[in-house]
C-alpha cells in the first residue's frame, strides 16, 4: 500500500495549490481518504476528508469555503485544491487512507500515511 503526495510548494498569500495523493487501487477505491497538516512545533491537524465514492466531504472550519477535496478512482488519485491561501496555512500536508468507506476527522481512523508535501505561504 502506498501512498505518494505531491503538489507542494512556495505561493503568495491570496495563491493557489493543487495537492494531489496517488495510491495503489486495491485500497483507494474502497476506502475514505482524507489531508492532514503539521506546522512546525504542531500537533498533525485534519484538513478535509472525502468518501470512497466522493461524497460525504468534510472541512476543517479553517479552510472551508476555500479548500475542495475531490477524487477520482479511475485514476486512483486524491486532490486538494486550495484557494485563497494564507500563511497560516503553511505546513507539510499529508494524505490518509481510512479503515472505512468514509471519511473522518478523526486522525485514528486513518491507516496508511503518505510522506507529505510542503507548502509554504508567504505575505
Known amino acids: 500500500v502506498q501512498l505518494q503526495a505531491s503538489g507542494g510548494g512556495l505561493v503568495q498569500a491570496g495563491g493557489s495549490l493543487r495537492l494531489s495523493c496517488a495510491a495503489s487501487r486495491r485500497m483507494f477505491n474502497n476506502n475514505g481518504m482524507g489531508w492532514f497538516r503539521q506546522a512546525p512545533g504542531n500537533e498533525r491537524e485534519f484538513v478535509a476528508s472525502?468518501?470512497?465514492?466522493?461524497?460525504?466531504?468534510l472541512y476543517s472550519e479553517s479552510v472551508k469555503g476555500r479548500f475542495t477535496i475531490s477524487r477520482d478512482n479511475a485514476k486512483n488519485t486524491l486532490y486538494l485544491q486550495m484557494n485563497n491561501l494564507k500563511p497560516e496555512d503553511t505546513a507539510v500536508y499529508y494524505c490518509?487512507?481510512?479503515?472505512?468507506?468514509?471519511?473522518?476527522?478523526?486522525?485514528?481512523?486513518?491507516?496508511?500515511w503518505g510522506q507529505g508535501t510542503q507548502v509554504t505561504v508567504s505575505s
Open positions: 490518509a487512507a481510512n479503515r472505512g468507506a468514509i471519511g473522518s476527522i478523526t486522525i485514528s481512523s486513518y491507516t496508511y
Open positions: 472525502i468518501g470512497w465514492n466522493g461524497d460525504n466531504k
